[in-house]
């Protein structure tokens, strides 16, 4: 069976897939709504795209394809530590204190700036799409001394020797990564979910006052705990927006059904995104 990621090999879609999915046939994608495409056209039956970073945020592109050009039902999420460390050619690797460029994703760069700047501070910055594209990039110069920012799967992947292991500023980087499927199913995982999640997206009503307190309320007193909410621009002019909700339970039959009916009779637009299982990688799990 086929899983979809966002690429090149070695970025860290591709070790949260391989933590989880060790035994599907993983095939890279060049771009998030590539990934949901090939959904949706039924050429992978699932798709792993990020979705959260604790340090940048939400990543607006996937929020925004999912809700307005391709809408597929959310059936797992994969939370990953995201670990970076120094990258050299074997060839250079007792050389790293003297590389003169650095390459990475720009956030790469910017999540170790401590160290960067501590150790590397003589050495300027290049930015690549990814981390993976700066291992293959540094891997085919082992004459030049250069380096690349990322994990241990490019490493790997592209025959990097690790110079300095854990370069980031903070340990409790995560990244949220959503599995997607054409329609609602259980994933073929055969390790035990850490807890289940269901998704909400929310459209208030318009010209009304408190509306967003009344839909707070709605889940409150039922004692739904929210884990996220966050507001979208719903692309239909200024001032119109859209709420993804995340409630930190499976749906069941009474409490989030009622809480849904209860905003439908405020005269907001309510839409499942999914009710999912979520699967917490360990350290040790990302090769």
């Known amino acids: 069976m086929k899983i979809g990621y ?16 060790p035994h599907m046939e ?15 056209d039924g050429d992978v039956p699932f798709a792993v795209v990020p979705l959260e970073n604790a340090l940048e945020g939400s990543v607006n592109l996937t ?37 003169e460029r650095i390459y990475s994703h720009s956030h790469a760069i910017a999540q170790c700036h401590k160290f960067l ?7 300027s910055y290049e930015y690549v799409t990814s981390t993976s594209a700066a291992a293959k990039y540094v891997s085919e110069r082992p004459e030049e001394k250069i380096a690349a920012i990322g994990n241990r799967l490019a490493a790997k992947q592209y025959g990097l020797t690790i110079a300095k292991e854990n370069i980031h500023d903070y340990d409790y980087n995560h990244t949220r990564f959503i599995v997607l499927h054409r329609e609602r199913c259980i994933l073929p995982v055969e390790e035990k979910e850490d807890g289940f999640k269901t998704t909400l997206m929310v459209m208030l009503p318009k010209d009304q006052a408190g509306a967003l307190h009344q839909v707070l309320s709605a889940f409150a007193w039922r004692k739904l705990n929210l884990t996220k909410i966050e507001s979208r621009p719903a692309k239909t002019g200024l001032g119109n927006y859209f709420f993804i909700i995340d409630i930190d339970q499976k749906m069941d039959d009474v409490l989030i059904p009622g809480a849904i009916a209860e905003l439908e ?23």
Not at 68 to 89: S, T, W
């Open 265 to 287: 009779a405020l005269g907001c637009t309510v839409q499942v995104l999914g009710s999912y299982p979520y699967y917490m990688v360990k350290k040790t799990s990302l090769v």
């Open 26 to 40: 993983s095939v890279p994608y060049h771009t998030i709504p590539q990934c949901m495409d090939a959904v949706r």
């Open 6 to 21: 966002l690429g090149p090999m070695g970025t860290f879609t591709h070790a949260a897939v391989e933590a989880v999915f």
């Open 63 to 99: 929020i925004d394809y999912l809700i307005h050009e391709c809408n597929l039902p959310i059936v797992g999420e994969i939370i990953a530590p995201i670990e970076q460390h120094l990258l050299v050619h074997p060839a250079q690797l007792e050389h790293w204190v003297q590389v």
């Open 117 to 123: 700047h501590r150790h590397l501070k003589h050495a």
